[in-house]
Nanobody, 116 residues
């Protein structure tokens, strides 16, 4: 099991920025596919962005050109830089990991609130 600890959520005004971090346990972090999901009130959880072990990234259309996912394998950490935030980005953001064996784990979630 991979332990995931998120940080960086909070309250920000529309147009502002936040940076989320997620630190993972384990010795094989570099091999993991990492992702950020979010769940807005009354909605299903959705994929925001993902990054493979090779650094290939994928984004939801709603966040392209505003959000950037990156990873620091030396620190077992994945980041989500969120710029030009909108009220509709308000959600609980979850870190997600998938090991080379296909095992999946989730973080506890961090709240992001964007005021308009």
């Amino acid at each position: 099991q991979v332990q995931l600890v998120e940080s960086g959520g909070g309250l920000v005004q529309a147009g502002g920025s936040l940076r989320l971090s997620c630190t993972a346990s384990g010795k094989s972090f570099a091999k993991y596919v990492m992702a950020w999901y979010r769940r807005a009130p009354g909605q299903q959880r959705e994929l925001v962005a993902s990054i493979t072990s090779g650094g290939t990234t994928n984004y939801a259309d709603s966040v392209k050109d505003r959000f950037t996912i990156s990873r620091d394998n030396a620190k077992n950490t994945v980041f989500l830089q969120m710029n030009s935030l909108k009220a509709e980005d308000t959600a609980v953001y979850y870190c997600h990991s998938q090991t080379e064996w296909g095992l999946i784990d989730w973080g506890q979630g961090t709240q992001v609130t964007v005021s308009s």
